[in-house]
């Protein structure tokens, strides 16, 4: 019988064998842990935002602010280029693929796009996913390791596929090769290892020793698999640190996302050509999810062609050191060894305060606290693009000046 006590907890009742998920989200704001959306007009170095408007239309305040918080490094979304590529993709394929690649939705742009990151990232062959969280977890479920060593920061989508395989997970010191030795010395589990890890660190901005983890690797004919999302179209000819540091021939699986540097969306892998069927045939997050858009495909294929043979990289580059020395000449201590640039605040309430004076100041760059990053590792996370001009750069860090001399941090 509908509308009794018996099915309160339907909705979020005391009984009943429903999901309470207003207590949950209540839990979560008195934990100050809430986070909201803010849509913006545009995806581009400086942009308008709306408060969380929840399910009406947001209304843009009037205010245009400096960005320095995206992953559109290479500031290509609003490239003329990469939109003629998406117009002309929509008008020609098609706006959706319409079904699997293994059914119809396998056309001549994701070909295109997967050519040319297999000549990228130097490899055989290459493959695009729906998105960068897809490809880790269909490569990993579909290798079907016995033993999977992750590093202890590894990105969430790695994390979610060691717990969705079979695998026995070690987790090893972050960025911790001599740990890694140890740790694989002490295994005893036969069977196939798998050594996986970022390459860039997103919140450190820290970069993976790659050659010590493939020299581990090698006592053991372990297979390295690596995730280059915030590395790839920023190093060689368009690569990730796989290709700056020339480990193409050693690294076994190559993957990252288009969602960043390159402009678009979707994730990819990129290796030999026995890897790349092994997926076509078995990673179910590739099967059984419609292809990635022909306009995404033709988007990162237009991104990664820029990418190398364009000025863009050598333009982002001079922006982070400008960024770097600016911030850290006015007093901050800014981490990290790429265009990721963590200001280290350390405690919670203190690096919202410098977020929201910064903001304030006309610049977006939002706090990163627990549970993201580690009790007493909060920071602001510093991102310029390429297409922000010196004087983008100065307010930036005229901005954090004033700010951190108003809340105290300076």
């Not at 699997?100 to 130097?122: I, Y």
């Not at 000819?237 to 969602?259: C, F, H, N, P």
Request: aromatic fraction near 4%; include cysteine.
């Amino acid at each position: 019988m509908s509308g009794t006590d018996d099915d309160a907890g339907v909705d979020g009742g005391t009984s009943g064998h429903g999901f309470d998920v207003a207590r949950r989200v209540t839990e979560i704001r008195e934990a100050d842990l809430y986070r909201d959306l803010q849509p913006a007009d545009a995806v581009d170095s400086a942009a308008y935002f709306a408060p969380d408007p929840g399910g009406d239309l947001p209304v843009l305040s009037g205010e245009r602010e400096l960005v320095f918080a995206s992953n559109n490094y290479l500031g290509l979304t609003q490239d003329e280029r990469v939109q003629r590529a998406v117009a002309e993709a929509a008008e020609t394929v098609g706006t959706g693929a319409g079904a699997s690649r293994l059914v119809t939705g396998d056309t001549l742009l994701h070909r295109d796009l997967e050519a040319r990151l297999a000549e990228t990232k130097r490899t055989e062959r290459a493959l695009a996913f729906s998105s960068g969280y897809a490809a880790n977890v269909g490569t990993i479920a579909a290798l079907d390791p016995d033993v999977v060593f992750s590093d202890a920061l590894n990105h969430a989508s790695i994390v979610d596929a060691c717990r969705l395989s079979n695998a026995e997970v070690v987790v090893y010191g972050h960025c911790d090769a001599d740990d890694l030795r140890a740790k694989m010395a002490a295994c005893d589990r036969p069977g196939s290892w798998l050594v996986v890890t970022d390459t860039v660190f997103s919140m450190d901005g820290t970069v993976a020793p790659l050659a010590e983890l493939c020299n581990a690797a090698d006592r053991h004919d372990a297979w390295v698999m690596v995730d280059e999302a915030h590395a790839t179209g920023l190093y060689d000819d368009g690569g990730g640190i796989v290709q700056r540091e020339g480990l193409s021939d050693r690294v076994d699986v190559q993957l990252g996302t288009l969602s960043k540097a390159l402009a678009s969306q979707g994730g990819y892998v990129a290796g030999s050509d026995a890897l790349v069927e092994l997926l076509v045939n078995d990673a179910r997050s590739f099967v059984f999810s419609t292809g990635l858009t022909p306009t995404a495909a033709a988007a990162a294929g237009e991104a990664l062609h820029i990418a190398r043979h364009g000025a863009v990289r050598s333009r982002l580059w001079e922006n982070v050191t400008h960024l770097r020395e600016g911030l850290t000449d006015v007093g901050y201590d800014v981490h990290g060894d790429t265009q990721i640039l963590p200001v280290m605040v350390g405690d919670r309430e203190e690096a919202l305060a410098l977020a929201d004076a910064v903001r304030d100041r006309g610049v977006l760059a939002p706090a990163i606290r627990p549970p993201t990053v580690p009790e007493g590792t909060s920071r602001i996370r510093v991102v310029p693009m390429a297409t922000h001009d010196r004087v983008d750069i100065e307010d930036c860090i005229l901005a954090f000046k004033e700010a951190g001399e108003d809340v105290g941090v300076l």
